[in-house]
């Protein structure tokens, strides 16, 4: 019902106007009568969904300084009785808790949204989002429909490169002055990957040393039922993967955290299901080479400087329907392939080296800086250093 309702949200704009109206003005009513708590952080990841990415790290890093151990920081959660966060409390995204959180809250750090499209964020309020990676796919007000995103009253907003930074200007109407070139928090490990980490993370996903990996990491697709599910139809027969594959591959299958149900596939010793595991770090650290569609990950994957393909078997559709801001048979290594026969072909016939090299080439154009995020943005957003 809550994403059915989300899906409304997003794509009826009177609703969506009046929705915002009503409900902005109320909290900044309510908000008149709430006390600003100087010590008091909000935190959540993907409106609640998780506890992960770069809100996650910045979280872990406060927690584990002196300097912030005043902080009294909260986590907003679906369903936070099933998380466990050490030295942090939690609330109920959406809640009327939550709201009063919202509105006592010095700090706001999220990599999505605090308000839940409204507008009630006190001056005081001082708010860090991280956002969540590099788009290839439209997004915020260049998508079809939407208009809504308004990130003026965002204090430091994170980019990565040149690129991005245009687009949170353009279609997130972020303050270029609020902006700060730090790369993500979430991505600062990838920078410092080492063999024996590879090799103890193999053992923790039960992987054998003897085989390489293939993450498989497709992005998100909006519903086609006006919002009544968000399923995902594997573009793959696994079989025929297997067949090709299976005896020098473990494929590692992950799906994104919008996706409420995966259809056709059965899990095995060769494709395993590592969509609920908690760290996608992890799964790109341990993978010899990932094979995406249009997803963030792409940009992520290529610090690690291996092969990333560009799986776009709906790729003329979802550029009507969606839109890019680029080519992507430009800016992908592999150019855009279409079939599964051309992913498991190029998979065998690669030369590993020279993808690798193409690789590094990506990662240069999309991540201007990176590996030290985390202490760069908790630096600005906290002391203005």
């Not at 808790?97 to 809250?105: E, G, P």
């Amino acid at each position: 019902m809550r994403k059915r309702l989300e899906y409304i949200l997003k794509h009826n704009l009177i609703i969506q106007q009046i929705y915002r109206l009503v409900m902005s003005n109320l909290f900044r009513f309510i908000g008149l009568f709430v006390k600003i708590d100087e010590n008091l952080v909000l935190i959540s990841s993907f409106a609640g969904l998780r506890y992960n990415d770069s809100p996650k790290v910045i979280s872990e890093y406060l927690t584990s300084h002196n300097e912030y151990k005043h902080l009294n920081i909260i986590w907003a959660l679906e369903k936070p009785d099933e998380i466990e966060i050490p030295g942090c409390k939690k609330v109920k995204i959406d809640s009327l808790s939550y709201f009063l959180t919202a509105l006592k809250a010095r700090y706001w750090i999220t990599n999505v949204n605090i308000e839940r499209g409204l507008h009630f964020k006190k001056k005081s309020t001082k708010f860090l989002n991280t956002w969540h990676g590099i788009s290839f796919n439209k997004c915020g007000n260049a998508v079809s429909g939407r208009k809504d995103f308004d990130c003026s009253n965002v204090d430091l907003f994170l980019y990565q490169c040149q690129y991005e930074k245009d687009i949170f200007i353009r279609d997130f109407n972020a303050l270029e002055e609020k902006l700060a070139l730090t790369g993500l928090p979430r991505n600062d490990e990838l920078y410092h990957v080492t063999d024996s980490e590879v090799a103890s993370l193999k053992n923790k996903l039960n992987i054998p040393h003897d085989k390489k990996v293939i993450l498989y990491a497709p992005t998100w697709r909006d519903s086609t039922d006006a919002g009544k599910s968000y399923e995902f139809n594997s573009p793959m027969d696994l079989k025929y993967w297997e067949e090709k594959l299976g005896d020098e591959y473990v494929l590692l299958y992950r799906i994104h955290h919008f996706v409420t149900k995966l259809l056709g596939v059965q899990f095995n010793d060769f494709v395993r299901d590592v969509s609920t595991y908690s760290t996608i770090n992890d799964l790109m650290i341990v993978s010899d080479i990932l094979v995406s569609d249009y997803s963030a990950t792409l940009a992520d994957f290529s610090i690690l400087e291996r092969p990333i393909i560009c799986f776009g078997y709906d790729y003329e559709e979802y550029a009507a329907n969606r839109g890019f801001y680029v080519d992507m048979n430009i800016v992908m290594p592999s150019g855009v392939l279409h079939t599964q026969e051309e992913v498991v072909n190029y998979i065998k016939n690669m030369d590993y080296r020279t993808e690798c090299e193409k690789t590094v080439k990506v990662k240069n154009y999309f991540l201007e800086e990176g590996g030290n995020a985390t202490e760069k943005s908790v630096n600005l957003f906290f002391n203005g250093a």
